[in-house]
């Protein structure tokens, strides 16, 4: 098996079972295979990922290294990689494990729910995420699969999402995580910066140089910041308790096994790059000690099951950050012991809680009690895990405790690291006896909660990892797990780390500190409610959840500030932008100390023999463009509107810009159209009310005066802009001398603006048609189904009388003088545009006009025939086919030339390799397919746009 | 004429932002046109000026001045986006002020809820 196979293919298992899941959404399948037998089928894809995960494990033992890497952006160096060492794996190996059992537990808890199938998909597809996080090759495709992991842990905790509760849970979470996941990008940024590369192999190696940076305490601070708040670190640990309105099975995988673990594995992940020295020793420890103290204290206090289990895991987490912020071998050791114990033991809680909850109807520890002899195997259960949660021989918890106290021990340290293991052990201890003992032993405290034993799949999901607690350390000869963990700690530490998995290393201080803590917490578990009564009166000080509030009471105030001073007038609005954009050109630029002695006035210095009509052509412009300010009506502002557009056409010609010349007449006339057209469509009430009160009104003169202080305001910043580019610019721009001397030779093209625009920048046009046709959709969209669902043509309905709007502009029938010409036009227009594709090479034209050209000619037909008779008459004219033909074309065309030229988009003169007797200047190239692609959708959408708003649609409001 | 060019670009800019701020939604959408049209003037005058000569390929013998082609190309794809912009606010438009049963842009003051 190579790397690559073994590196992908869990993956791509993990995948293929979100597949699987997916299909069980269909109801008759569903129905057919109910939810408990599907997992067995589900369980599969996690089952098989964790045997191939678990192939290589000997190798890893020998510290090999898998890689596998694939190019993303070549030009800066950025790849997307996978990398698999022990530490890797020893994570890969729970995440799949505990994924198998979670995926058979969760069929049984969701037991005849229609839409537990979404539950199934998104526990795949955070299963993904979670193994892309831990097996990733660089800090980019951790990146993704860290956020990864935030989304789809967002989507598990907020599955129940009519219940507010949960979605306010799941916000929290991802409000934290996700601003973690923020710091932490920025952090890893800095750190591959520094290092030079975004490789772990080459991160890792660096470590002198990361440590030795002027960046290192920042690149510290917001890697730490985002490992905090994914593993619940005080304090941002308060979005963990929360995260407890997930479904059981959800928080049995994500807050004990997976993720919380995800902020531990990137710590330690980074230890030899930026471990070992004073700062990640003293933050680490410090806000280690401070989770421990602040989970095991805040853990006593619950009355949910889950959420105790929630705070014992914060407090673990606490501990385990503590290890990696140590320099020791012995904390590694007991770091990759106290990852094990701690997600083979909560788990099995965690879905014990879930039976309970399940069974009984109720997870408050105040009704529980006397449950083992309804449920005598989940007692068994409980009672496992629950001694290796109290960190009791012979369990495994016990060893973990064991080593973490050795680790504590180590000269080095303040005894207050001692102290404070001691007594979070102790209170952790308390806690697995409020779990395991006032559940399942004693009376029952609640006569009405009617206990019954669990199904037995339901069962055996707990009872593997309760077992494996046991197993582990009493089989003889765990050589094998000794090595793998020693490897995944050696991994992680640096350098090589010893682990034995012997139970008892005879009398020594941790096994003395260990008796204490034991002991301590036996006396705190004996005054539990008494002390708990005591934690309830001091009050929710601790729980910095009202911090949380603060921060999101803040953003509220802040918000309602924002929305007083938005008054929702979008000609405000606008006003306001103009105005700020002026005065940040002015404050960056200074007010213009432009010279204007260097110009002649008027400036009338004629350069060429075209200069009078480009005069000319200004004041074409300028006076069309005053008069649709001083022209009363509508329909005459837009024909003067027109005429300015096509004054600028002038200015395009006398440039000299022959093909922007004729893109801009065809453009201007279709423009006019459509705007005639919408005109036409306002009701006719509404149209004249808008129009009388244009200046008249008292009202409005301050507001007449705001507008035109502004509208001259950015009219002088545009002319200065203008003035100081014109006399400053170089005369072509850097690339124009390639295309210039390599047009005609690469494209086949004279027209070098048609070169450019069909080959030099093809994806810039893709793009554009893309664009286009959008907006023609979009317009046909907005036309018929937005403005209809909402009633918008509520009256539509009475609108059958429809013959009145189907003849042209006025109503009136056309003349047959009118009709006639109308009908010659579009075949010559069809051949107009024909023409222009062909030869439009080494002349002005291209497939932009040739579209908009026989969009004119229809255009024609909408105003002379009316829509009725257009539509009946052209009933090839299908707007969507033309757009998909259009654009499926540009881009079969661009893939097929690729074989050609190894370019998207390349250019391949087809006609000139077959050898066919073509007429000169005409070329069947890939370009001119590319112009046919422009000139489809471009047709497309401009009949879509046509259709839309040429169709009747208020024309009977008004008596026109 | 460096001059008179500035002055008509910057009249154009003024006139057209004026117009898209009337209350009217036919003007506003005029405005809007006038803008775009005021924009390629502005980017074709400061990108391609000077030029004696269209830019072909068959033009560019010694000592020939031709207009510069890349600005010339990006406005041509400026002009078609921009109309196809136009449309689709037009149809925007139809339906506010279908929606409100106003052509006034004040009367359509309820977008913040």
């Not at chain 1, 995944?488 to 640096?494: I, L, Q, S, T, Y």
């Not at chain 1, 397919?929 to 708003?949: D, K, P, Y």
């Amino acid at each position: 098996m190579t790397q690559t196979t073994l590196l992908l293919a869990p993956l791509i298992t993990l995948l293929l079972g979100t597949a699987v899941g997916f299909v069980f959404a269909h109801p008759t399948l569903n129905a057919r295979l109910p939810i408990t037998r599907q997992v067995w089928l589900l369980a599969l894809f996690p089952l098989i990922a964790f045997i191939i995960l678990l192939l290589p494990v000997s190798a890893l033992n020998d510290g090999q290294i898998f890689l596998w890497r694939v190019e993303w952006l070549p030009p800066f160096g950025l790849q997307l990689g996978l990398y698999y060492d022990s530490w890797s794996a020893l994570f890969a190996l729970i995440i799949t494990f505990i994924g198998v059992l979670i995926v058979i537990y969760a069929g049984q808890y969701f037991n005849g729910q229609q839409d537990a199938w979404r539950f199934q998909v998104y526990t795949l597809l955070f299963m993904t995420s979670m193994l892309g996080l831990v097996m990733a090759g660089d800090v980019l495709t951790l990146f993704i699969f860290w956020e990864g992991t935030s989304i789809t842990s967002y989507l598990l905790i907020a599955y129940k999402y009519k219940d507010p509760e949960a979605r306010a849970g799941a916000f929290r979470s991802l409000f934290i995580t996700g601003g973690g996941g923020i710091a932490l990008l920025a952090g890893l940024l800095f750190v591959s910066y520094v290092s030079g590369s975004t490789q772990w192999t080459d991160i890792l190696s660096s470590g002198d140089r990361l440590r030795s940076s002027e960046f290192y305490t920042v690149m510290l601070a917001l890697v730490a910041f985002g490992a905090f708040a994914k593993s619940a670190q005080f304090p941002a640990h308060i979005w963990l308790p929360g995260a407890m309105s997930a479904p059981t099975p959800a928080s049995a995988y994500l807050h004990s096994a997976t993720m919380v673990k995800a902020g531990i594995y990137l710590m330690a992940r980074l230890n030899p790059a930026l471990g070992f020295t004073s700062q990640w020793f003293f933050l680490l420890t410090v806000v280690g000690m401070a989770t421990m103290l602040c989970g095991a204290y805040l853990g006593l206090k619950q009355k949910d099951l889950k959420g105790l289990l929630a705070y014992s895991t914060i407090a673990q987490l606490g501990i385990l950050m503590l290890l990696i912020g140590q320099e020791d071998e012995e904390s590694y050791k007991a770091l990759v012991i106290g990852i094990v114990a701690h997600a083979l033991y909560k788990s099995a809680l965690f879905m014990v809680a879930g039976i309970i909850d399940h069974e009984t109807g109720t997870r408050d520890i105040t009704r529980l009690g006397g449950l083992r002899r309804a449920m005598p195997v989940s007692f068994a259960i409980a009672l496992l895990a629950g001694l290796s949660m109290a960190g009791l021989p012979p369990m495994f918890g016990f060893l973990a405790k064991e080593t973490l106290l050795a680790a504590t021990l180590h000269p080095n340290l303040q005894p207050v690291l001692a102290a404070v293991s001691v007594f979070t052990g102790a209170l952790m201890l308390a806690q697995a006896g409020l779990f395991v003992i006032d559940t399942f032993l004693g009376q029952p405290r609640d006569p009405t909660v009617h206990a019954h034993e669990a199904p037995q799949p339901m069962l055996l999901s707990p009872a593997i990892p309760a077992a494996l607690s046991l197993i582990i350390v009493l089989l003889p000869g765990p050589k094998e797990e000794s090595a793998f963990l020693a490897a995944a700690a050696a991994a992680a530490f640096g350098s090589k780390v010893k682990v034995s998995l012997a139970l008892f290393h005879g009398l020594n201080a941790p096994l003395l500190l260990s008796i204490i803590a034991i002991t301590l917490g036996s006396v705190i578990w004996y005054f539990r409610w008494p002390l708990r009564a005591w934690q309830d009166r001091l009050g929710a000080a601790f729980t910095f959840n009202r911090l949380y509030a603060g921060v999101l009471v803040a953003m509220d105030k802040g918000g309602y500030v924002a929305t007083r001073l938005q008054q929702g007038k979008l000609r405000t609005y606008l006003v306001i932008m103009i105005l700020a954009a002026v005065s940040l050109v002015f404050f960056f630029m200074g007010w213009p100390t432009y010279s204007l002695a260097g110009l002649t006035w008027p400036g009338l210095d004629f350069p060429g023999e075209m200069a009078l009509l480009r005069f000319f052509s200004l004041l074409v412009v300028t006076g069309s463009a005053l008069a649709t300010l001083v022209l009363n009506r509508d329909f005459y502002a837009i024909l003067a509107m027109s005429a300015m557009g096509l004054g600028t056409a002038v200015w395009f010609v006398l440039e000299p810009a022959p093909d922007v010349a004729l893109v801009q007449i065809v453009v201007d006339i279709l423009s006019l159209v459509i705007l005639v057209l919408t005109l036409a469509k306002l009701p006719r009430a509404q149209r004249l009310k808008a129009q009388r009160m244009r200046w008249a009104e008292r009202p409005s003169r301050p507001l007449l005066l705001r507008d035109a202080i502004a509208s001259i305001a950015i009219g002088c910043v545009v002319a200065l802009i203008t003035l100081t580019a014109l006399t400053s610019r170089p005369r072509l721009s850097q690339v124009t001398p390639y295309y210039i001397a390599n047009a005609k030779e690469e494209t086949g093209a004279a027209d070098i603006v048609g070169a450019i625009i069909v080959d030099f920048r093809a994806m810039d046009t893709l793009i554009e048609i893309t664009v286009f046709s959008l907006a023609g959709l979009g317009v046909f969209t907005l036309l018929n189904y937005a403005a209809r669902t909402h009633g918008d043509h509520a009256q539509g309905e009475k609108k059958v009388r429809r013959t009145f709007s189907t003849l042209g502009i006025g109503g009136r029938r056309a003349s047959p003088f009118l009709r006639a010409p109308a009908y010659a036009l579009l075949p010559v227009a069809l051949v107009l545009g024909i023409v222009q594709m062909m030869f439009g090479h080494d002349q002005p034209g291209d497939g932009f006009t040739a579209g908009v050209v026989i969009g004119l000619a229809v255009a024609l037909w909408y105003v002379v025939f009316g829509y009725t008779e257009t539509r009946a008459r052209l009933p090839w004219l299908r707007a969507s086919v033309l757009i998909a033909v259009g654009v499926l074309l540009a881009i079969v065309n661009g893939i097929i030339v690729t074989l050609f030229t190894d370019h998207f988009l390349g250019n391949m003169d087809y006609g000139e390799l077959v050898g066919l007797p073509l007429p000169g200047g005409f070329h069947i190239s890939s370009s001119f397919l590319f112009e046919i692609a422009i000139c489809l959708a471009v047709l497309g959408s401009a009949t879509h746009m046509l259709n839309a708003l040429g169709h009747p649609g208020e024309e009977e409001e008004g008596t026109a | 004429m460096e001059l008179l060019t500035a002055l008509t670009i910057g009249t154009l800019f003024a006139i057209g932002v004026f117009q898209l701020l009337r209350r009217n939604v036919i003007r506003s959408a005029i405005g809007l046109v006038i803008l775009a049209n005021a924009v390629n003037l502005f980017l074709l005058t400061t990108g391609a000026y000077l030029g004696e000569d269209p830019a072909y390929a068959t033009y560019t013998g010694v000592g020939q001045r031709i207009a510069d082609p890349l600005p010339q190309a990006l406005i041509l794809t400026a002009i078609v986006i921009s109309m196809g912009g136009t449309a689709f606010v037009l149809a925007m438009l139809y339906i506010i002020s279908a929606r409100y049963q106003t052509a006034n842009m004040d009367e359509v003051d309820n977008l913040k809820n």
